[in-house]
Each structure stands twice: as C-alpha cells, then as structure tokens.
C-alpha cells in the first residue's frame, strides 16, 4: 500500500462545476496536510494546508480532512480552465525526523 | 515567484559522473527540503535540512548527500550517476517545522538527465 494514495485521473469537469480531488493516507501518525497545484513544466505550488479534522476554505478552495478515516480531499468551486493541472497532496511525518510524502497527483481538466 | 531559487536550470552528465545542485531559500526561512521528481510522479523525498542539521532523510542511498550553509542556502550532491537519476530536482524552503510554519515553498527545479 503506498504511503498516499490519489486517483491519477484524468478527472474532467465543466467550467463552473465543482472538482474534488481525494487522498487517502496510510500512517496514523501523519500531522499535517498540504494540497500543491502543478502545472505542466513548472514546480508546485501551495494551495491549502489543514491539521485538524474538518474543514477549511480559502476563497474557491476547501479542503477537509478526516483523521478517522484517513481522507483529506480538495473542493474547487466554480472551477475555470485556469484550474487545470496536477493537483498534489501531500503528508507530513515525524518519525524521528520529518518526511513529506507526496501522492502521485490528480489530473484535472476543466472544459470551457 | 516563491523567491526560492535554484541552480542550473538544466544539467546533462554522463552516467558515474558527480553533480552539485543548489538551492537559495526564501527570506527567513530556515529549512530546505529536496525532492527528486520523475516524469508523471509526484515528488519523492530525499531528504530536509533544518538549521544546518539533517532533519529527516527519505529511502534514497548515501550517494545523495547535502548540505545547509549559515545563510540556510543549501546544496545537494550526487555521486556516481545513474541513467535513473534522470528527473526534476526541486528545492523547497519553509519557516520551520511545526504547523502552518512548515508550508513549503518550491523553487523553479533543476532538469538533470543523465546519459
């Protein structure tokens, strides 16, 4: 079982829809949580970070996280094609040291 | 613009071959992590430093090795290259380690392929 998991996709909506993106994780002791956008050629960047259970939004963004279920997903709201790209989630881990651990990434597309 | 920022933008070496990549972290930050990133994956961890010490360290051998410097400038060194070490090699800086202080910010990468 990989350490997180994530529906390579593509997953495709339409513009103005709402995309959600899930990521399960396999280590209990994982802290924190981060979604990244990537887009095509560039590096990553920091969309939403969230450590306790529930929910947080940021403007079209909403990221909710189940500690019981081992599940933290991404809501994207009124989607635009400017949405489109890889979106990463990622884990913290310490365990006598600190590790992020990436999933592998989920392909978006947003139709116009 | 994260205002992390890396060197070269690209790299081509030959196959046993030692490279030195590096990393500027952004303003006030004083942790540097490194990850490898092949085609169509998501980064792997290699390895984070914190404060000049490594903090954690992900399944890559000893052949990646690093380095963090005073000003929290960091490098990263790959000793005798292999074809798989071919990928996007990405910097990230953070202000720290708990919390939302651990929100890292990635450089533009370094291309490394290796022939």
């Known amino acids: 079982q990989k350490e997180v998991e994530q529906n390579s996709g593509p997953l495709s909506v339409p513009e103005g829809a709402i995309a959600s993106l899930n990521c399960t994780y396999s280590?209990?002791?994982?802290?924190?949580f981060f979604w990244y956008r990537q887009y095509s050629g560039k590096s990553p960047e920091l969309i939403m970070f969230?450590?306790?259970?529930g929910d947080k939004e940021d403007g079209r963004f909403t990221a909710q996280l189940n500690k019981a279920s081992q599940y933290v997903s991404l809501l994207i709201r009124d989607s635009q094609p400017s949405d489109s790209a890889t979106y990463l989630c990622?884990?913290?881990?310490?365990?006598?040291?600190?590790?992020?651990?990436f999933g592998a990434g989920t392909r978006l597309f947003v139709k116009a | 613009e994260t205002g992390v920022t890396q060197s070269p933008t690209h790299l081509i070496k030959t196959r046993g071959q030692q490279v030195t990549l590096r990393c500027s972290s952004q303003?006030?930050?004083?942790?540097v992590s490194w990850y490898q990133q092949a085609l169509g994956q998501g980064p792997q961890f290699i390895f984070q430093?914190?404060?000049?010490?490594?903090?954690g360290r992900g399944n890559f051998p000893p052949r990646f090795s690093g380095l963090q410097f005073p000003n929290y400038s960091s490098e990263l060194n790959v000793n005798a290259l292999e074809l798989d070490d071919s990928a996007l090699y990405l910097c990230?800086?953070?202000?720290?380690?708990?919390?939302?202080?651990?929100?890292?910010?990635f450089g533009p990468g370094t291309r490394l392929t290796v022939t």
């Open positions: 990230a800086s953070s202000l720290g380690l708990a919390g939302s202080s651990y929100e890292q910010y």
């Open positions: 280590d209990r002791g994982s802290q924190s």
């Open positions: 969230i450590y306790s259970n």
């Open positions: 990622a884990v913290i881990l310490n365990t006598g040291g600190f590790k992020t651990i």
């Open positions: 303003s006030g930050h004083n942790t």
């Open positions: 430093y914190y404060r000049e010490e490594e903090n």
